[in-house]
């Protein structure tokens, strides 16, 4: 049998020794008693062997492999990405909720106070109505029609027919599954806060809101124009207003229309912009 010693270099020493296929063999060199140092001149260095447990590898074996998968560090993104979206959802949410709560509640010195960014939140896409809980039927319809004066390219003015703005709108609005506010409120807010601010008898003023009012309802008439190709050639307006009660179902008469005519309002260079 060949010892270890006596192995040829090159060549794999034998492995038929006792106890080699159980174990592990670590060569320890003789330490010095004097200096605790191994020396490098003892010819026959301490063989001690470290005894294998079954199932397990020795820690010498054991890759290290302290590398992160991709798919961990990817995991790990999206992780972070979803936690910081609904952490903004949340506060989105906070924030809207806040808003609409100022701008439902009775009047007080929080709601003044936040009165412009309220507003600014809410218009005009989250509008909410008290309506909605206390319910305020309506007993008429009623429908807003113009009519204007246009100067033509030889100085004379004609007269046009009766427009339903009114109309219009509700041409819009039917079939659309996403109709416009515009469509929906525009004109009819605009006659509702004129008739609020003026009196029926005589047109007159009422309040300091009235002239505004008026100025509003002008330049909404002048635009409406304008998209009908009027351009700047528009003099003056007229509206009026037809209004309709709400007859019962069973009614056997039609309900009678009348009308609210204003005068003529002379156009300002401010109605074309």
Do not use: C
């Not at 199932?55 to 990817?74: C, L, Q």
């Not at 979206?85 to 949340?90: E, H, T």
């Not at 009012?213 to 330049?219: E, I, K, S, V």
């Amino acid at each position: 049998m060949q010892s270890p010693d006596d192995a040829v270099p090159g060549q794999p020493a034998d492995r038929s020794r006792p106890g080699s296929e159980t174990g592990a063999t670590v060569g320890v060199s003789a330490a010095d008693p004097a200096t605790g140092r191994g020396t490098e001149s003892d010819p026959d260095p301490v063989i001690a062997r470290i005894p294998e447990q079954s199932g397990e590898r020795s820690p010498v074996d054991v890759p290290i492999d302290t590398a992160v998968p991709a798919d961990e560090r990817r995991s790990t993104a999206v992780r972070s990405i979803s936690a910081l979206f609904a952490v903004l959802a949340i506060l989105v949410t906070l924030v809207h909720v806040f808003f609409v709560f100022l701008h439902v509640a009775p009047n007080n010195t929080l709601t003044q106070d936040y009165r412009k960014p309220t507003g600014t939140w809410i218009y005009p896409y989250f509008e909410q109505n008290w309506a909605l809980f206390a319910p305020n039927p309506m007993s008429e319809n009623f429908r807003v029609q113009a009519q204007s004066r246009v100067r033509n390219a030889d100085g004379t003015i004609v007269e046009s027919d009766w427009s339903d703005l009114t109309g219009d709108d509700l041409k819009h609005i039917r079939g659309n599954p996403y109709p416009s506010k515009a469509d929906q409120n525009m004109i009819r807010r605009a006659w509702s806060s004129y008739a609020d601010a003026h009196d029926a008898k005589d047109e007159s003023a009422i309040g300091a809101r009235g002239p505004l009012t008026q100025n509003y309802l002008r330049r909404i008439v002048v635009h409406r124009f304008q998209d009908a190709g009027a351009n700047r050639s528009v003099e003056s307006v007229r509206v009026r207003v037809a209004t309709t009660p709400i007859g019962r179902p069973d009614a056997k008469t039609k309900p009678e229309t009348s009308y609210r005519m204003l005068g003529w309002w002379e156009t300002k260079p401010d109605d074309f912009r």
